[in-house]
């Protein structure tokens, strides 16, 4: 059964400051990883998506990595501003007939001015 | 840009009166989701449409929760009747779901439910 996992639940980091937020999953047989945020009260904005296939992606000062064998994604979130405030949640979608779609609890964090 | 459209936003209700939501996906999508968040928690699906079939339905509280997509285009949840539990926030998503498809869900902004 796959398990996925964001630590910390919680960061505060300065303004300018480049952070890491981690997302591991249990089963390497995944279709997708997508990361998602979500700011309070408000729905979640898609931000990267990372095929099976694919090693990484970026979208301007976000990238995001992937290493099935390891079970591990990252989001990178370089010069970190305070509008990146926000909790940001991973989602690991199975592979083959299982395809469904298995959310991480989120890393709430806090860029502060 | 497209979007997942939802209504109401916000939705206060007493508990055992019956609620509704509905959800637009994106043009073309033919996956749409109901997930239920409670607040500090990841999403939780409820049912998952394929046009306007159900292909997942496992985690949908069937004796008094149902989600219909007649036409295989938007969506309509209905909690009848409505628990002080019920209270969350309750998301629609889309995928393309087609033969060229990315698996990529996109949200809409949300429903907050209140049950008093």
């Known amino acids: 059964k796959q398990e996925v996992t964001q630590i910390p639940a919680a960061l505060s980091v300065p303004e300018g400051e480049n952070l890491v937020l981690n997302c591991s999953f249990t089963d390497s047989a995944i279709y997708n990883l997508q990361w998602f945020r979500q700011d309070p009260g408000k729905g979640l904005t898609s931000l990267l998506l990372i095929q099976s296939s694919q090693r990484e992606q970026t979208s301007g000062r976000l990238n995001a990595s992937l290493d099935k064998s390891s079970g591990r994604s990252t989001l990178y979130i370089a010069a970190s501003q305070p509008g990146d405030s926000a909790t940001y949640l991973c989602a690991v979608l199975g592979a083959g007939n299982n395809r469904k779609l298995i959310w991480g609890l989120g890393t709430s964090l806090a860029v502060n001015p | 840009e497209a979007e997942v459209a939802q209504s109401p936003r916000y939705k206060i209700t007493e508990k055992s009166q019956a609620v509704a939501f509905w959800c637009d996906p994106i043009s073309g999508h033919a996956t749409l989701y109901w997930y239920r968040q409670i607040l500090g928690q990841g999403p939780e699906l409820l049912v998952q449409?394929?046009?306007?079939?159900?292909?997942?339905d496992s985690q949908l509280p069937k004796d008094r929760f149902s989600a219909e997509r007649l036409k295989g285009v938007d969506s309509t949840l209905k909690i009848q009747p409505a628990e002080l539990g019920d209270s969350a926030m309750y998301l629609c998503a889309s995928s393309h779901g087609r033969t060229v498809n990315t698996g990529e869900l996109f949200f809409g902004e949300g429903s907050r439910l209140t049950v008093l």
């Open positions: 449409f394929q046009d306007e079939s159900v292909v997942d």
